[in-house]
């Protein structure tokens, strides 16, 4: 994991020519020490609340080995990212609309490691990239885990999301990938922030939390925040079922309702103008 991570500290910091982003993109990286938390689902009604407040909202399926946003929104796509870093299709023709006002990138299955890109797919890939900047909101849904995409992923965002529950192997687990980012990831300066899925009510949500963040601060140093919980609710496995977002199946249930605030928590808090798909990148692909 070291050397793949020094290989994408290496890659060339480059701005394709001609190429600006004309706007002020929020990165959101959604993260988990491990599956089967609810990340997924997370970053997907997310983004759909973050639609409803007037947003233009990507969400980029980063999963390069088991793509599953698709799979939440019942939609079959015919590209995906592998087909972009291939050269085979742009990233405009692999945006894929949606009936909930979001649009998705599909994950690249069958491409490994960023950092084992060829220099002209990674200039090319640069170039489709600056394509999202019309964007307001790109939400990444990582894989589950540390490998060093998702670690890629999380370092080249404004905010990182990390998702838990309050099983002690998702709480170990989270800390785990806690301490990896603080150890792994140089020059770290993003919004770290913790959300704790399926709990039976705030205080239970409240608890996790404490615990994750005082044994980071303790032993990492690392300053982490509590976005908040979200209920454990009957209407997301249906959802789940039914392939259609919890937000959209019932608005007023009480895990649509705490999705809501962790979006309205997080456009209350500061955005680095300096930041956005430039940085992410610059992140990815170069030094900073």
Excluded: W
Excluded at 52 to 57: A, D, E, H, Y
């Amino acid at each position: 994991m070291e050397d793949q991570a020094q290989k994408l500290r290496e890659l060339m910091k480059t701005k394709p020519q001609g190429q600006q982003v004309v706007k002020k993109t929020r990165v959101i990286t959604v993260a988990s020490g491990k599956g089967g938390v609810g990340k997924t689902n997370l970053a997907v009604n997310m983004a759909i609340a973050y639609a409803r407040l007037g947003k233009r909202v990507v969400v980029m399926d980063a999963d390069l080995g088991l793509a599953n946003v698709n799979i939440m929104l019942n939609m079959i796509p015919k590209y995906n990212l592998y087909h972009v870093i291939r050269k085979q299709k742009s990233m405009r023709e692999i945006l894929l609309d949606t009936e909930y006002g979001i649009q998705i990138l599909a994950g690249a299955s069958g491409f490994s490691k960023i950092a084992n890109l060829s220099e002209e797919e990674r200039q090319s890939f640069i170039t489709e990239l600056y394509s999202l900047s019309n964007a307001d909101i790109i939400i990444i849904d990582t894989s589950a885990g540390v490998s060093s995409n998702v670690l890629s992923f999380v370092a080249a965002a404004d905010d990182a999301v990390i998702v838990t529950t309050p099983e002690p192997t998702a709480i170990t687990d989270a800390y785990g990938i806690i301490k990896i980012i603080a150890t792994e990831v140089e020059n770290l300066n993003i919004g770290l922030k913790l959300v704790v899925n399926r709990v039976k009510n705030v205080t239970e949500g409240r608890k996790v939390a404490e615990r994750i963040i005082n044994i980071s601060g303790q032993f990492l140093n690392l300053k982490v925040e509590y976005l908040g919980c979200i209920y454990d609710d009957p209407v997301v496995q249906a959802s789940v079922l039914r392939q259609r977002p919890f937000l959209v199946q019932d608005p007023k249930c009480k895990a649509s309702i705490s999705v809501q605030h962790l979006v309205g928590r997080l456009e209350k808090t500061d955005f680095n103008g300096d930041r956005g798909l430039g940085r992410m990148i610059r992140k990815l692909f170069g030094k900073e």
